[in-house]
């Protein structure tokens, strides 16, 4: 079904930009998501920039390199891990706390249109907890089998590591197809990430956004595979 508020993907310049300006609404956001879309603010902050990159990376649910120190602390007890128990705090680390991996384009219209998708089932935040203190954390957008993760943080070391590795736990076992997580870096480079065409990413997740899966309320049990 074509989008409602954006031109078709496929027609994005070759930077990747598909829109200027719109809203950061609930139903615009879910329209973009659903469409291979999402927003990235300029510097300026205003208008919105909507983007559809070429090529797009995601983290395949099979494929997340877990090192063997990281598998130890995980098995260990050290790390204790939630979900949407503290969703506030999680995005505002990613948008101004030490060891984001996110940056200034988390404005505060941003935060508080994810907090209102969170509000309503369909933001969610994987913590990560150290001696009752959040050591880390990741959140992001659910829609079907697509998770898009946004940004993720660290406060102890490995924090951010733990919150991703939980989150591909968790998603995996949920059933869900395509965690997308929309331009590569060196740092997720290093933990599986692989980047595939733009055509190829919309065919994944027409039928990913299909699924009947939930994210669920708890978090499954930690295991390295399924």
């Known amino acids: 079904m074509p989008s409602r508020y954006f031109p078709p993907a496929q027609r994005a310049s070759p930077e990747g930009l598909v829109a200027i300006g719109g809203r950061l609404s609930t139903n615009w956001l879910l329209d973009a998501y659903r469409h291979g879309i999402f927003p990235w603010p300029s510097n300026s902050y205003e208008p919105m920039l909507w983007w559809s990159p070429d090529p797009r990376a995601i983290l395949p649910l099979d494929g997340m390199y877990i090192s063997r120190r990281l ?47 969170h509000r309503l ?58 965690l997308d997580v929309q331009q590569a870096t060196d740092h997720t480079d290093s933990l599986g990430v692989v980047e595939i065409t733009r055509k190829e990413y919309l065919k994944r997740l027409e039928a990913a956004v ?17």
């Open 71 to 117: 598998e130890r602390r995980l098995r260990s007890g050290e790390f204790q891990a939630t979900c949407d128990t503290a969703f506030a705090e999680v995005i505002s680390a990613c948008a101004t706390g030490p060891g984001r991996e996110g940056g200034t384009w988390i404005t505060p219209e941003m935060v508080a249109a994810y907090t209102e998708l």
């Open 121 to 178: 089932g369909c933001a969610h935040s994987v913590e990560i907890w150290r001696e009752g203190q959040l050591a880390g954390g990741v959140y992001g957008l659910a829609i079907g089998g697509l998770f898009a993760a946004e940004s993720m943080f660290y406060r102890s070391r490995d924090g951010s590591k733990a919150a991703l590795a939980r989150l591909v736990c968790h998603l995996r076992t949920r059933g869900f197809a395509l």
């Open 210 to 226: 299909e699924l009947p899966v939930e994210f669920g309320s708890t978090l499954e049990m930690w295991s390295k595979s399924t």
